[in-house]
């Protein structure tokens, strides 16, 4: 009896917000989750709106609580406190339902290796009590693309191709939504960026997408991100709207000795932070009214040549390096 | 680390212990058709000697066959009637020892014990009183194994450490390899119920388990000329239910184990050592110490290879071996229902 009243409450949550569809309404929703392994606090007092539609991205470091906070939406991890629903589906009651209507990529390549690239896929298929023909119209584009190698085993594939395997079977039942732990770790450039290719067109069938990674430039293909540091959120917004948001003065500079020069920068006292981004350094001062020339004079000062400074527009990596020294 | 340092010394406590091919306490029975002075002194030296507990007396007419049959006798000494009087008159007597020899070395070694301490008797005490020469003749017959061989014992022995090796080490690492290889955490997320993920995993090995059983009986019986006196059914039924038995034990190290390495270390720790020492396969549970008697009480193969040897040898069914297979029954929904308990629906 207790079970069948959880039901229909959560129907009931589910049903509202189907009627308003197309609106915002919340696929993923977290409530002040917390999360501790031991003395590690992994998730502190999480809270997260995820909308139908969505692709939405966790970005941060290596340890930031991404993984944690994917497993217990997965209904894998239980959490210390707080509450988190998948399309109005409790991820500690439901979990049978959730299971059901969640396509899931783990961080690390979880498919068959001694199988070939068809028999994961058709056992897949299986699991969920589906065959591949059933909904290959999902898969299709991510799957001509390995079909060459269908039936090569899955553990001979390249980084790129495991993930587009992977993909397809987590999409193989048709998920309402996919949830994928950095996806593109591991994987070339190419790949990488046909991969988020596919990620938009599935957005575009209406599945809602959350995505983890560690790579900045991948930050500004999603609708929208949380920027995760330690196992908090820093900030929620749309990429554009977190790097307009980002007030501070950057400087791009560079020399010929780009070693003294983050040493001479970082031990300056007008400089707040100094980081390397490719061949520059990207800076700021401790104080936004410092001009590029202030700079320059100083590093003149320690003999540095072939100097350049310049003003530079700030990258969504600027905006979180930023956030995780406030 | 406790592996490390540990095993040596548990092993050398173990073999040392276990390893000990002296027999103490062993029970036999006797069947005395004289009843006179020497038979009873014959007796009383026997049972005083440490090495023989009289389990039964036996009468005139005894089904000798059904003695051996409840397994607990190993050996029964026979004396014929006017035991006394043939000695003293003819200078000679007959006194026969049956040993059961399923398992050989046992049987060599307490029938050898038994007739040396008749002749010693007969030597020391006797020849003080009596001038003639006598004699006692000790007429050895072994049951079950006339010819001693000890292929009678390891084909049971053999089959129960197969069994256990394939059906409970193979189960058990390739569940805990789902965990290691990270394909149980995409199986847990999916709507996969726990029982077929654990099915699925262990058919395999229960239809794989069961070929080796077959082989093995084939070739002890084809090669070795292993009798199998029993029906086959009931032999064949009875395996089944012991890789029943390891597969769900298999099953309960996986769920405790988490990776490869671990389980396969429970499986050689808690399955392969045991099975060797202390199932009654190679040393006689009888000798070892009160504790390790008592630890071989929970090692499984010790029951099954009881079953075996009474069918495969005795020719013994159900009634025989009930105890033993009930015990075998009790053991298999433990282990399933500790697995069942221990199965974790989520990662951690």
């Known amino acids: 009896m207790k079970t069948n009243s959880k039901n229909k409450a959560s129907q009931h949550v589910s049903q509202n917000p189907l009627s308003r569809r197309g609106l915002e309404e919340a696929s ?51 959490q210390d406190s707080g509450t988190a629903t998948m399309n109005g589906l409790d991820v500690v009651k439901d979990y049978k339902k959730i299971r059901k209507i969640v396509g899931y990529m783990p961080g690390r390549f979880s498919l068959y290796q001694d199988l070939t690239v068809e028999e994961n896929l058709n056992f897949f298929a299986t699991v969920f009590n589906t065959s591949i023909t059933e909904n290959y119209d999902l898969i299709k584009d991510i799957y001509i693309q390995i079909e060459p190698f269908k039936s090569r085993l899955a553990g001979k594939l390249s980084g790129g191709m495991k993930q587009k395997l992977a993909l397809s079977c987590a999409l193989i039942h048709k998920p309402e939504i996919l949830v994928l732990d950095e996806p593109t770790t591991g994987v070339d450039a190419v790949s990488r960026k046909e991969f988020w290719e596919m990620l938009k067109k599935l957005q575009e069938k209406g599945i809602t997408i959350l995505v983890s990674t560690p790579y900045m430039d991948e930050a500004m293909l999603c609708t929208r991100v949380a920027l995760m540091q330690k196992g908090k959120v820093l900030d929620v917004n749309t990429p554009q709207k977190l790097v307009e948001n980002y007030d501070r003065k950057l400087y791009a500079i560079r020399s010929d000795d780009m070693h003294r020069l983050i040493q001479d920068l970082r031990s300056w006292e007008k400089t707040d932070t100094a980081y390397a981004f490719g061949q520059f350094l990207h800076v700021t001062g401790k104080a936004d009214e410092t001009e590029a020339c202030e700079f320059e004079n100083y590093l003149l000062k320690k003999e540095h040549r072939e100097l350049q400074v310049f003003d530079i527009p700030p990258t969504i990596e600027d905006v979180f390096m930023n956030m995780m020294n406030e | 680390m406790i592996i490390i340092f540990g095993l040596p010394i548990v092993q050398l406590l173990l073999f040392g212990k276990v390893i000990n091919n002296d027999l103490q306490n062993s029970k036999i029975a006797i069947l005395d058709q004289s009843h006179d002075n020497t038979t009873r002194e014959i007796t009383t030296k026997l049972l005083s000697s440490g090495y023989f507990v009289l389990e039964e007396e ?10 051996f049959r409840k397994g607990k006798v190993k050996m029964v000494i026979d004396f014929e009637q006017n035991f006394e009087q043939n000695l003293e008159r003819l200078g000679k007597a007959h006194v026969q020892l049956l040993a059961d020899a399923s398992d050989p070395n046992t049987a060599r070694i307490l029938t050898n014990y038994a007739s040396g301490i008749i002749n010693d008797y007969v030597n020391k005490e006797k020849l003080q009183n009596l001038t003639l020469p006598h004699q006692i003749n000790t007429e050895v017959r072994m049951l079950y194994n006339e010819g001693l061989k000890s292929v009678y014992m390891f084909v049971p022995g053999i089959m129960a450490m197969i069994l256990m090796l394939i059906s409970a080490m193979m189960t058990s690492i390739s569940i805990s390899r789902e965990k290691e290889m990270g394909t149980m955490e995409v199986l847990l997320a999916s709507p996969l119920k726990p029982i077929q993920i654990v099915l699925g995993k262990v058919t395999p090995y229960l239809l794989l388990s069961f070929i080796n059983a077959v082989t093995i009986i084939l070739i002890g019986t084809l090669i070795f000329g292993v009798p199998i006196k029993g029906s086959i059914a009931f032999l064949v039924a009875e395996s089944f239910l012991f890789i029943l038995m390891a597969l769900s034990l298999g099953i309960l190290i996986s769920t405790i184990a988490p990776n ?6 429970v499986s050689v720790l808690a399955l392969m050592l045991p099975t060797i020492l202390l199932s009654g396969f190679m040393f006689p549970i009888e000798n070892m110490p009160m504790p390790l008697q008592i630890l071989s009480n929970i090692m499984p193969p010790r029951w099954f290879i009881v079953i075996i040897k009474n069918i495969m040898l005795k020719g013994t069914g159900m009634l025989y071996v009930w105890k033993e297979t009930l015990i075998l029954i009790v053991m298999t929904f433990v282990f399933i229902g500790l697995s069942v308990k221990n199965f974790k629906i989520r990662l951690e």
């Open chain 1, 28 to 78: 993923i929703s977290i409530q002040n989750i917390n999360k501790s392994y031991g003395p590690v606090q992994a998730l502190q007092n999480i809270s997260l709106e995820i909308n139908r539609g969505e692709l939405f991205g966790l970005i941060g470091p290596d340890g930031a609580g991404k993984s944690t906070l994917m497993r217990i939406l997965m209904t894998l991890l239980f």
């Open chain 2, 58 to 67: 036996l009468r005139p007419g005894t089904d000798m066959e059904g003695v």
């Open chain 2, 260 to 265: 490869q390495m671990v389980a396969m270390f």
